[in-house]
């Protein structure tokens, strides 16, 4: 595919940012905001865990996103046999040329997709910290960076535990978002039947931009205007969760850059050159939900992430627009 010339204006990020939600949602029917929710956290730099019961298009949406992009995409699919070298590559002794050479792992993928992640072992697990966090690979104490852009889609089943390994709290810090598909309505499901029912409409789609133009496009979303006062928001947000009584752990800094990043992203995609504290609050959940563990007590009383995380959005004061342009 060839790439169109660069632009600085935000027609041009918005026209290739809908182009690639609407290309996703040609496959996953009614998911509207969870597609728009991913592909923001693409273009914000940061990596996606989607959580949801087996047959919700979990797996068929990170492959969508890879498919609308001209880059290149691995899937992984993690069991328990599993070993870190399988994703970041191996040295092998080349008898030809008398020397060890590397090949490349999975992970060397603009998109990679990890098939029911918690799956694996914790040690396989961890060899995806880097990677994430730091953009490079390190084996045989070489250090080699990713190419840009990168994503890592992780999917996970809430449900079935058997045989499973919870991420770490770590780990699972290292993901912007989480994602929560659900079940599609009724009228959807019956769009579904009719897009799907003699083959699978994934296999028409194909790359509506590419990799460089996704490079530019987080270029100018991290242009994108955070007033002081709506950083000082997002600091009095993070502050509030470690200091709540129902919360055992609270957001971490990485979750409030990470907030801010994603922030930006969504405002870009709607054409604006400034965040606002309904960005903020828009991915609020999606951003800290998996970062901030209940206390047992609250835990006893049927109370949940969500709940708090509401309850605090609602009494954390909010800045006045004319402060955050």
């Not at 979990?58 to 290149?72: E, F, Q, V």
């Not at 699972?172 to 897009?195: C, H, I, Q, S």
């Not at 047992?296 to 995380?309: F, G, I, K, T, Y």
Request: charged letters at 25%.
């Amino acid at each position: 595919m060839t790439a169109e010339p660069i632009a600085s204006s935000s027609s041009w990020f918005t026209e290739r940012f809908d182009a690639i939600v609407a290309n996703i949602e040609r496959v996953i029917q009614g998911k509207h905001d969870e597609i728009r929710l991913v592909v923001q956290t693409l273009i914000a730099g940061g990596h996606a865990l989607v959580e949801d019961v087996p047959g919700v298009g979990k797996t068929l949406l990170a492959k969508s996103l890879a498919r609308s992009i001209d880059c290149s995409f691995h899937r992984i699919q993690f069991t328990p046999d599993l070993l870190p070298s399988d994703l970041t590559g191996v040295s092998v002794w080349d008898r030809e040329r008398g020397k060890f050479v590397f090949r490349r792992g999975p992970v060397f993928s603009n998109i990679v997709l990890g098939d029911e992640i918690n799956r694996a072992s914790p040690k396989t697990q961890a060899a995806l910290l880097e990677a994430m966090e730091e953009r490079q690979v390190t084996v045989d104490g070489i250090t080699r960076p990713l190419e840009a852009p990168f994503m890592v889609i992780a999917t996970q089943n809430p449900i079935e535990h058997e045989g499973t390994y919870p991420l770490p709290e770590a780990q699972l810090d290292r993901f912007m978002t989480r994602v929560t598909l659900g079940y599609p309505n009724r009228a959807k499901e019956l769009e579904m039947l009719d897009a799907h029912g003699d083959h699978s409409v994934y296999e028409d789609i194909s790359p509506v931009v590419s990799g460089e133009e996704v490079v530019e496009m987080v270029r100018q979303a991290s242009q994108v205007h955070v007033a002081p006062e709506l950083k000082g928001y997002l600091v009095d947000l993070a502050e509030a969760t470690r200091s709540d009584p129902d919360l055992l752990l609270g957001a971490s800094p990485r979750a409030t850059l990470y907030l801010q990043r994603a922030a930006r992203v969504r405002a870009a995609a709607t054409g604006r050159a400034y965040s606002t504290p309904d960005d903020v609050k828009a991915l609020l959940i999606p951003t800290l939900s998996h970062r901030v563990i209940l206390r047992p007590e609250a835990q006893m009383r049927a109370a949940s992430v969500r709940d708090v995380l509401a309850r605090i959005t609602s009494t954390v004061p909010v800045p006045g627009t004319a402060d955050i342009r």
